[in-house]
């Protein structure tokens, strides 16, 4: 089988966890690494070839690379902010493209990208992992198969540590990330419309920056990222789901609660946070547990992931399914799962939620 060559724009902590994933795909290599920062450049760099990936064009900027011969798909994980900018030069090379959530930050990039997009074949696929973590999958799946009867009411929280440091500290304003709804809960968003299969047209979200980051200053600028937030978001078929986020829970068990409610019973999801930040738990699984309308116990299933996906990566596997799904597409124009329409759709909750903290409104979606 043909090797299929990656390049990857953006190649810090994320970037590296893709590095890690392709290297684990059959038959596949990273032939480009464009990455500003040295440090991060050399490591990435080290960590495709001790992976086996020998011929590695590197630079600092995208305008350095001839795009006609060096890779095969791109994959675009740079900080929030350049993703549009970074689209707006790679998308008119019609090469498939996987690009990090969020798509964009801004209602203005959307309709860029979006007007790029009518002018390409290529596919472009926006990176929503978390459809893709083994007990998402599953709690999708049974909604789907009709489990909980009639899906109702959808609500997740997430309650964590708060945001990491990132490379030049893209990720403490609002200005670089989007603010916090765009950046973290695009990906609730995007969990929303697919398991709801309608389309968002209220949201109304009260929120602040009370706990993280407070004493941090940056050009004697204080961020101003969200760490706790309610949100609700109705749905045009009557649906309506909740997000509950906290930032400042580092201790909590399980991190993230997917439950929806149905006319026939009740699933959830139950999903621990990465192995990593608690090095000295014992082994936690995610877990879906199934309550019908009985009074009877819940049938709990537990999710065992591999552990070499797991050491992948922080996400429970799934940039490697989604990987797996992405190289299909390249090789066998199978379709494309996450488009840029869904893409789209998430950013857009994600403003809506921002002004909605803002002018203490709803904010009704056209
Ligand atoms: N899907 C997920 O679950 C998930 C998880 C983490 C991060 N992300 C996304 O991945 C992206 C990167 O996040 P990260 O955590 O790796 O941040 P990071 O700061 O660790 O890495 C970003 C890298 O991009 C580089 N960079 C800056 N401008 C660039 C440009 N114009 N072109 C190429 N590279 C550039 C930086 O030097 C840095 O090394 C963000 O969009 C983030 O939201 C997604």
């Not at 999708?140 to 945001?163: K, T, V, W």
């Not at 109304?204 to 004493?215: I, L, M, P, R």
């Amino acid at each position: 089988m043909k090797n299929t060559r990656y390049a990857i724009v953006g190649a810090g902590m994320m970037g590296q966890e893709h590095i890690r994933n392709i290297a684990m795909l059959d038959n596949t290599s990273i032939s480009v690494i464009v990455e500003p920062d040295a440090g991060m450049l050399g490591s990435a760099t080290t960590l495709a070839r001790s992976l086996g990936s020998d011929k590695i064009t590197t630079s600092t900027s995208i305008a350095d690379v001839d795009w006609h011969t060096a890779a095969d798909a791109i994959v675009i994980v740079s900080p929030n902010h350049t993703h549009c900018e970074v689209l707006c030069e790679l998308m008119p090379l019609n090469i498939p493209i996987l690009v990090e959530k969020p798509l964009c930050t801004t209602t203005g990039d959307l309709q860029r990208i979006e007007s790029l997009m009518a002018e390409r074949s290529a596919p472009v696929w926006v990176a929503m992992e978390y459809r893709y973590m083994p007990p998402t999958a599953k709690f999708i799946a049974d909604i789907a198969a009709g489990r909980i009867g009639q899906l109702q009411m959808l609500s997740i929280r997430e309650h964590r540590y708060p945001f990491l440091e990132k490379v030049g500290d893209w990720n403490r304003f609002s200005e670089k990330t989007g603010g916090t709804m765009v950046e973290k809960c695009c990906h609730y968003f995007d969990l929303m419309c697919l398991i709801t299969q309608s389309e968002p047209v209220r949201i109304f979200c009260s929120g602040a920056a009370d706990v993280n980051h407070q004493s941090e200053r940056y050009n004697g600028r204080t961020p101003d990222i969200i760490d706790n937030a309610y949100t609700i978001v109705d749905f045009s078929n009557g649906m309506r789901c909740a997000l509950d986020l906290c930032m400042f829970a580092e201790g909590s068990e399980p991190q993230e609660t997917i439950t929806a409610i149905g006319d026939a019973g009740k699933l959830e999801a139950r999903i621990p946070g990465p192995d990593r930040f608690w090095p000295d738990a014992p082994p936690r699984h995610a877990e879906v547990a199934f309550m019908p309308r009985a009074p009877q116990p819940p049938i709990i299933e537990p999710v065992v992931v591999d552990e070499a996906l797991l050491a992948a990566g922080d996400h429970h596997g799934a940039t490697y399914y989604q990987h797996q799904k992405f190289l299909d597409t390249i090789r066998h124009a199978s379709p494309v799962e996450v488009t840029i329409q869904d893409g789209v759709r998430a950013v857009a909750i994600g403003i809506a939620a921002e002004e909605s903290i803002r002018t203490g409104q709803a904010v009704s979606l056209s």
